[in-house]
C-alpha cells in the first residue's frame, strides 16, 4: 500500500516537472508537497525496510556466534539510520528548495548512507566469520 502510494506521489512529482512547469527552468529547484511526500514514503518505506533486513542479519550473527556485541551494534545502528533519514525528510519539508536542502543538511543523508554501509560491512563480514567457523568439512 505505501509503495503504490510512493509511486503515486512520484508520479506526480514528474508530471508536475515534466507538464505544469514545461519552460521554466527555475521551478526545478522548488520543493513540492509531492517531493517532500515521496520522500517521506521513502524514507518510512527504505529506512523501515533496511532497519529489519539489518536487524534480521544481526539476529543471525547472534544465533550463530551466541554473542551479542556485534547484533547491538548493527540494530543501533538501524535505529540511528532511521533517525538521520527522519531528520532529513523533515528537513526537506522545511526548506524552501533543494539547494538550501543540500546546503544545510546533506551530512544527514550523507550519514544515512554511511551508516547503512557500515552496517552491511559488519553484518557481512561476522556472518563470513561465522560460517567459516562452523564449516564441518563436509565434502559433497
Not at 2 to 18: M, N
Not at 48 to 77: D, E, K, N
Amino acid at each position: 500500500m505505501l509503495e503504490t502510494a510512493h509511486t503515486v506521489v512520484i508520479w506526480s512529482f514528474v508530471y508536475s516537472l515534466t507538464v505544469i512547469n514545461y519552460g521554466k527552468p527555475e521551478t526545478i529547484n522548488d520543493t513540492t508537497w509531492s517531493l517532500s511526500t515521496a520522500l517521506l514514503l521513502m524514507t518510512l518505506l527504505g529506512a523501515t525496510v533496511q532497519g529489519i533486513v539489518q536487524s534480521f542479519f544481526g539476529y543471525r550473527v547472534w544465533v550463530l556466534s551466541g554473542r551479542l556485541t556485534i547484533p547491538a551494534i548493527t540494530w543501533l545502528g538501524s535505529i540511528i539510520r532511521l533517525g538521520f533519514g527522519g531528520a532529513a525528510t523533515a528537513g526537506l519539508f522545511d526548506a524552501k528548495t533543494t539547494t538550501s536542502f543540500l546546503a544545510r543538511d546533506q551530512w544527514m543523508v550523507t550519514g544515512a548512507i554511511v551508516i547503512s554501509t557500515l552496517i552491511d560491512i559488519i553484518n557481512t563480514s561476522a556472518l563470513c566469520i561465522c560460517l567459516q567457523r562452523r564449516r564441518s568439512g563436509f565434502n559433497s
